[in-house]
């Protein structure tokens, strides 16, 4: 009984998913649509682009973008339609601009930091070598491991 319902429930979940067919006017309209709706993020889904989200807002970008290729628009019209309307939040690799210039550059920012940290931590460590231990401290240890051993 178990399984049959087991069965039953991932049977019927293949009949939530959106399956969405456009006929488009030539094979470029179609191979742009799908390279766009991989570069569109979902707004609500936030980690899914528009094609593999379900969600109601990412099927409605998926019929403007599908309207707009239709109308002969460019991608780059295209993606500032979306990023007016939705900011480049929409965009998995947004421009280089003022705005996201901290997002692009904060890598290579964090790599120069860490490097200057393993240098000053190496110039620091010739200038103070560590000392070794005084007599007084080896005599010290000395004792304390004849005490210990048989």
Known sequence: MRRLLCMLILMSSSAWAVIETYEFSS????????????????????????????????RDLRVVLYEQLEAGQSDQQILDFMVARYG??????PEVDRQTALLWWSPLLLLVLGGLGVVRHFRQKERHPERGLTAMEREHVDRLLKDRLP
């Not at 094979?27 to 889904?45: G, I, N, T, V, W």
């Not at 480049?88 to 690799?93: D, P, T």
Request: proline share 8%.
């Open 27 to 58: 094979p470029d309209l179609a191979s742009r649509y799908h390279l766009l709706s991989q570069e569109l993020r979902c707004p609500k889904c936030q980690n899914q682009n528009i094609a593999d989200s379900n969600a109601p807002i990412a």
């Open 88 to 93: 480049q939040f929409v965009r998995y690799r």
